[in-house]
């Protein structure tokens, strides 16, 4: 095995890490929560990352994004993201769409040959382009997202779980913008690691320990707790 | 004694300091009961749950004991010592 990888042999075994090496993940958005999960999954060997993400690096992102530095402010996130991970893992693929996930037809595009989906974006409208998209390509989805001190992570796999419709068709009336949720770093980081980890197991050893569950952590007083989730038999995009 | 955890944009829009509340008033009884009695404790809290018809918000859930309540409040019932959990849907990243 590849010294990068030694100490993975008893966690994933050489097959694992080999299915690892040629596995393909979409990531909707990189910043605090997708740039974490970005990270980890570079560092565990995956074969190809498909970043999603638009626009140039803002000076507030600084204090969650793993994969930017205050001298790439003003850059286009893309560039960032192809430089740093290329530093981390220069073995991993990186193909990148300059855009969030506004289009399904162009994610659509971008992403079918994914093994797994990353849904980590700010915005609940890409969030549900991700969803169809999954439901669409058949591909297992893993969800994470905070607000403060809070956040969840859930698994989501067409045909045998619900989907992230099913459990919330709409979204805050109040969430109009990616700037409406106060973050600290870790929130995000602890999201990004455990979306990274789920798609890790999924890929190496077919396991998704959140599949149909909801992770649900409160960092205030340290209140993690794992929720079974309902299929919604009359929702709109899985039971359609 | 049941425990109610509340989302924190709840706590936010109605300037609460805890993150959970014991509900004195209710001792056993429908869900809806609780959120009644939660409402007097906390004016706001049911309006944040609820629309004005009084059905639940889509992007809340509220969980009884680790499982999703996917049935009316006033059809679930409640023994007086389950955590009850609301999670508003999140974005954030």
């Given at each position: 095995m590849n010294a990068k990888y030694a100490r993975h042999l008893s966690v994933l075994g050489e097959e694992g890490q080999k299915k690892l090496s040629n596995a393909t993940v979409y990531i909707s958005r990189v910043g605090g929560v997708g740039g974490t999960a970005a990270n980890y999954l570079a560092r565990s060997g995956v074969g190809r990352l498909l970043l999603?993400?638009?626009?140039?690096?803002?000076?507030?992102?600084?204090?969650?994004?793993?994969?930017?530095?205050?001298?790439?402010?003003?850059?286009?996130?893309?560039?960032?993201?192809?430089?740093?991970?290329?530093?981390?893992?220069?073995?991993?693929?990186?193909?990148?769409?300059?855009?969030?996930?506004?289009?399904?037809?162009?994610?659509?595009?971008?992403?079918?040959?994914?093994d797994v989906i990353i849904d980590a974006a700010p915005m609940f409208e890409e969030r549900y382009n991700n969803n169809l998209l999954s439901q669409m390509l058949n591909i297992p989805m893993i969800s994470g997202s905070m607000y403060a001190q809070e956040g969840y992570v859930m698994s989501f796999v067409p045909g045998e779980t619900p989907c992230l419709s099913c459990l919330y068709p709409e979204k805050p009336e109040f969430w109009v913008d990616r700037h409406v949720f106060p973050a600290l770093g870790t929130g995000p980081g602890i999201i990004g690691c455990l979306l990274a980890n789920e798609a890790i197991s999924y890929i190496a050893k077919g396991e998704l320990q959140l599949k149909g569950k909801m992770l649900h952590y409160d960092l205030t007083d340290m209140d993690f707790n794992k929720l079974k989730i309902e299929k919604d038999h009359q929702c709109k995009v899985c039971s359609a | 004694m049941i425990t109610v955890h509340l989302p924190s944009r709840m706590r936010e829009e109605l300037d609460l300091s805890s993150k959970s509340v014991q509900v004195e008033a209710f001792q056993s009884g429908s869900l809806q009961e609780l959120f009644n009695c939660l409402d007097k404790d906390i004016p706001g809290a049911l309006p944040f749950m609820c629309d004005a018809d009084g059905s639940v918000r889509k992007h809340i859930k509220v969980f009884v004991s680790d499982e999703q309540v996917t049935d009316n409040f006033s059809n679930v019932n409640l023994h007086g010592h389950e955590n009850i959990r609301v999670i508003q849907a999140m974005a954030g990243g």
């Open positions: 999603a993400h638009g626009g140039t690096l803002d000076a507030e992102y600084l204090n969650r994004w793993h994969l930017a530095h205050e001298s790439d402010v003003g850059r286009p996130c893309v560039d960032v993201f192809k430089e740093e991970i290329a530093r981390i893992n220069s073995s991993v693929e990186v193909e990148v769409l300059g855009e969030h996930a506004k289009s399904i037809d162009d994610i659509k595009a971008f992403a079918n040959e994914a | -």
